[in-house]
């Protein structure tokens, strides 16, 4: 039987970093996969090559093109000579992405617009729990100018979705850390922390207003334990030092009470997998690490991006309907004080510490970060979802053609 390989595509993915690491820690995870795992030619136009070389250093900063771990990179600056001679070439893709309606290159547009074969154009857009996500998946918009259709995919967390992004021997990889009995304390000694008897591990890693002090406090009060915590380098800064009263830096050790604080380098996003399923608690933020948190099913906090006029609030409460968490109202009670939202501001008392439950309110959480990780798990991932819906795409439009 002869079995026909199906076409290798070509695909074009435009990234413009708003701010921090979330824009190109999804779309360089997206690359990866697609190139690795669907043997997709993978072309990433991105805006801002310093801060993709904090997650991936092995970037250069003076190329306008290179290759790496099978990707083609592309500087994208938004000089009309270069777009000249460039949109040709991408208006000849299968697919063209546009991360977070980035905004394609004019003159890609109208390059698309011109092809006898327009590539399947789809927007990625940013997770949300939010119900109107499941209605909006997959919709079309028309750009008015061209009448080219642009598709809108989402990931997220429900079947009605794109699913989230994980590599098919994810589960496996992780399940086998889980089970090797020393995995945790070797990779934790090559960054330098080493573990007690009696410890409990936790990453924390969040925006500058989250009220780090009063977690800390809590945490060096903790009574016949450690509490070993992780903190990536240039995060909450100042709060650490303040609750400290020292300068902090990378590779150092701090000590207060019970609170053991490891200032940690950042690390490559496969390492930072693994930093996760260490911890018996991670605090997370944005995006990716929020996904990363849910797929290693260990408890976590989330320190959602703010927005302007409050607009990050129901969606932080859509994702907490969604979680159903056993100990809902206490999980609540703590993501609401760590988002700093309105509620909480408050209801708080001065003299109660918000977080003071939350070191045996996490160990209760486990059984259920473990089944939601589960679940997700089982739902597919985003990439192949992706690439069945442009399949599908592809021959409607070829069907049209003929
Ligand atoms: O950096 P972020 O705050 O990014 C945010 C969000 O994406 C938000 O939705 C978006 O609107 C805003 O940017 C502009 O948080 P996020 O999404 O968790 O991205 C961090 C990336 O950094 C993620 O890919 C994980 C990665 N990372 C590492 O690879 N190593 C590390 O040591 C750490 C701490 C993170």
């Known amino acids: 039987m002869i079995v026909t390989q199906p076409k290798k595509l070509n695909l074009h993915l435009f990234c413009r ?35 993709f070389q904090v997650l991936c250093p092995a ?45 394609l290159p004019e003159q890609v547009i109208l390059a698309m617009a011109k ?24 919709m079309i918009s028309v750009h008015p100018q061209t009448g080219l259709k642009k598709h809108f995919f989402f990931p997220g967390m429900t079947s009605k979705t794109g699913g989230l992004i994980f590599s098919r021997d994810f589960k496996s990889k992780r399940d086998a850390f889980f089970a090797r009995v020393t995995a945790r304390s070797e990779f934790l000694s090559e960054l330098g922390v080493s573990l007690s008897a009696q410890c409990v591990v936790v990453s924390l890693f969040c925006y500058p207003e989250a009220p780090v002090a009063q977690l800390l406090e ?29 300068q902090i830096e990378v590779g ?6 019970s609170c053991q604080l490891h200032v940690l380098p950042f690390v490559s996003q496969a390492a930072y997998d693994r930093l996760l399923w260490c911890c018996d608690l991670n605090f997370v933020r944005g995006e990716d690490s ?21 607009a990050h609030v129901p969606k932080l409460e859509a994702f907490l309907n969604l979680y159903d968490a056993p100990i809902g109202s206490d999980l609540r009670a703590i993501w609401a004080a760590w988002n700093l939202l309105p509620e909480s501001i408050a209801l708080s008392d001065e003299n109660a510490n918000p977080f003071e439950k939350i070191l045996a309110l996490s160990e209760q ?30 021959h409607k439009n070829s069907a049209k053609i003929s």
């Open 59 to 103: 970037v250069r900063l003076d190329l306008a093109s290179q290759e790496l771990e099978g990707v083609t990179i592309h500087h994208w600056t938004d000089s009309e000579s270069d777009w000249h001679k460039q949109a040709q070439q991408v208006a000849t893709a299968d697919v063209v992405i546009e991360a977070f309606a980035c905004n």
């Open 365 to 394: 959480m486990q059984p259920h970060a473990e089944k939601w990780a589960e679940n997700l798990l089982n739902q597919g991932d985003f990439g192949s979802q992706l690439v069945q819906f442009i399949r599908q795409e592809i």
């Open 218 to 246: 809590v945490f060096a009060q903790a009574s016949g334990k450690q509490i070993i915590c992780l903190l990536p380098v240039g995060v909450a800064t100042a709060a650490v030092q303040g609750f400290f009263g020292q």
């Open 115 to 138: 092809s006898k074969r327009p590539p399947v154009w789809i927007n990625v857009e940013y997770l949300s729990a939010e119900a109107w996500v499941e209605s909006c998946h997959g």
């Open 290 to 310: 929020f996904v990363r948190a849910q797929l290693a099913g260990k408890p976590f906090v989330w320190h959602i991006y703010p927005q302007q006029d409050d």
């Open 17 to 51: 970093v708003v701010d921090n690491y979330g824009d190109i820690g999804v779309c360089w995870r997206l690359c990866k996969l697609l190139q690795a795992e669907h043997q997709i030619n993978v072309a990433c136009w991105v805006d801002d090559l310093a801060s």
């Open 252 to 257: 150092a050790v701090y000590q207060k009470g």
